[in-house]
């Protein structure tokens, strides 16, 4: 289900982008074909540097040992490429085979409508924008700072309402030693032992019940403690972390069970998201770096999209922690979002937002190659992408919302944590704080060590050179 989601947002990205560049060639004059392979060679470019971001975003899930981050990386890295074959392949060919039912749209100079207006005032008001929106941001994070987060597994994603959770509930409550979180012990030694042992646990503040020990096989034996029940498993957790601090001296003592399990995946999620968010920074940094040349910009870049990432963290907290709007919304709470949520949304909504900032940024690049100065191209960039990152992000938010409306509460937090993010980066990141500060940056905008920065002019020097080749040859 992420795989799909991710290759209909990705899809309708990549389409937009370049059927607003081909509509834009075709006003400036130019045949289908010289159009097809001019689109090819601006928006397909940034498709590529697009998709190469997002795919290295997804990529850094590999970087936790459990198989359960690395398959999902893995697999949206793979409907990835796919969507960027087809952009590469599918979209220029349907352009050039249906050239009548694209109509013309010529690109917005320094005229009328809403994004030219909101382009002016950013640049005319950029520091006040800037730290406007910057506190805002931050202001909608400070709420993941208190975030608790629970196990929504099993029988747990379903409303309360729906047939399957009522039946594991009443099975839980006639049979609570048969619950699904009980934490069950495993020794070598034989269960009268293990009994004697576990018996202390008994009438523990978080224990329900202590289960018959049995034998597991040839010298092993195991028993079951039922925990209090708890939405949030807080005595579940605190019941493993006690047995695991208690363990006999005569015996060996494995804890094993759900709770046990999700104790060490949380620990292992600690131990390894710096090392995953720092891959995924080095990977964006090196990609943006070679799309722009310019060591500023891509630095920039990931700290806006930490930004409106940590207001999508902060709205997770707000709506399945504290419940706000969770009516409205048609979900339930647990007492928090899920354990896992955070590095899955970190990764597909850092690698969804990239796809806005490189789309801006290539325009604002072209137009800075051409000769227009610094504002003025950071003016004309934004009106130019506004409305097609606004049309990409409303129609990317329609695809999440319409996984937002399945019962089961795991797809309904992903769901609206990345449309947040969408909306977020959409407006607020993209049309006012990235021009505001580019604007206040200006020539440091496209810094580089001068060695670097000659380098990247040769390579861009050499790819308008095969470009205009290509287009005369068309």
């Not at 392979?37 to 940034?46: K, L, Y």
């Not at 807080?234 to 759900?258: E, S």
């Not at 769901?415 to 990141?429: E, K, N, P, Q, R």
Request: with cysteine; net charge positive.
């Amino acid at each position: 289900m992420v795989g799909l989601a991710l290759a209909l947002a990705l899809a309708i990205d990549y389409a937009l982008v370049t059927v607003g560049r081909f509509r834009e060639e075709r006003a400036a004059g130019h045949d289908v074909a010289e159009a097809v392979v001019r689109t090819m060679a601006t928006a397909g470019r940034s498709v590529r540097f697009a998709a190469l971001v997002v795919a290295a975003a997804l990529c850094g899930l590999a970087a936790f040992p459990s198989d359960f981050y690395a398959a999902i990386g893995l697999a949206a890295a793979g409907t990835v490429a796919l969507s960027l074959a087809a952009a590469l392949t599918l979209t220029p060919a349907l352009l050039a085979a249906f050239p009548h039912r694209i109509g013309a749209c010529a690109a917005r100079g320094t005229g009328s409508g809403a994004f030219a207006r909101l382009a002016r005032w950013t640049r005319r008001h950029a520091l006040p924008a800037a730290l406007g929106v910057g506190v805002l941001l931050l202001a909608c994070a400070t709420p993941f700072l208190r975030v608790h987060l629970v196990r929504p597994v099993g029988e747990r994603q379903l409303p309360p309402a729906a047939e399957a959770r009522r039946f594991a509930d009443t099975v839980a409550e006639r049979f609570p030693q048969h619950r699904a979180d009980a934490v069950v012990v495993v020794a070598r030694t034989d269960p009268a032992r293990l009994q004697r042992w576990a018996g202390r646990f008994v009438g523990g503040p978080d224990v329900e019940a202590v289960g018959t020990a049995t034998a597991a096989g040839p010298g092993v034996a195991l028993v079951r403690v039922v925990p209090k029940a708890d939405p949030a498993g807080r005595p579940a957790d605190r019941l493993v972390r006690h047995i695991r601090a208690d363990r006999p001296a005569g015996f060996p003592v494995w804890v094993t069970g759900r709770s046990a399990l999700d104790i060490d995946f949380t620990a292992e999620v600690v131990d390894n998201a710096p090392r995953a968010a720092a891959l995924i920074a080095a990977t964006t940094f090196l990609f943006l770096l070679l799309m722009t040349g310019s060591v500023l910009l891509p630095l920039k870049a990931i700290v806006m999209n930490t930004l409106s990432l940590g207001a999508s963290f902060g709205a997770l907290v707000l709506v399945f922690q504290d419940g706000w709007g969770a009516g409205l919304l048609g979900v339930h709470t647990l007492g928090g979002p899920g354990y896992w949520l955070p590095v899955v949304v970190f990764a597909l909504a850092f690698g969804l937002s990239m796809d806005y900032e490189v789309f801006l940024l290539s325009r604002i690049q072209e137009l800075h190659d051409s000769g227009v100065d610094n504002d003025l191209a950071v003016e004309l960039g934004v009106q130019r992408s506004a409305r097609i990152i606004s049309s990409s992000a409303a129609l990317m938010c329609l695809v999440f919302v319409g996984f937002a409306t399945g019962e089961l509460l795991v797809m309904k937090q992903l769901a609206i944590a990345l449309a947040v993010a969408v909306v977020v980066d959409a407006t607020l990141v993209r049309c006012v704080l990235v021009p505001a500060t580019m604007t206040l940056l200006r020539g440091a905008n496209w810094w580089a060590p001068p060695p670097l920065r000659l380098r990247f002019r040769t390579l861009r020097a050499q790819a308008r050179a095969q470009d205009a080749g290509a287009g005369a040859g068309a």
